[in-house]
């Protein structure tokens, strides 16, 4: 049986937490901008930060499995 659960919760976060398409924080001229579809530097390292967040605490903390086979 394969383990899905770790890709599934990596793909999604990684699509939701991509600087600009949701939101982006910090932005250029405010704290939160949603939708900007543009990113720098400070953003995309708090955007890591909060990737690597979720997934210590979907994959380790709560321990998401999704089994096939």
């Known amino acids: 049986m394969a383990d899905w659960g770790p890709v599934v919760i990596a793909v999604v976060l990684f699509v ?3 600087p600009g398409l949701l939101f982006q924080l910090p932005a250029k001229g405010r704290i ?3 939708g900007n579809m543009r990113t720098s530097g400070a953003s995309i390292l708090v955007h890591t930060i ?8 979907f994959l380790i903390v709560i321990g998401v499995h999704i089994n096939t086979g």
Do not use: S
């Open 16 to 18: 939701l937490l991509t």
């Open 32 to 34: 939160v901008e949603f």
């Open 50 to 57: 909060i990737y690597f967040g979720f997934i210590v605490l």
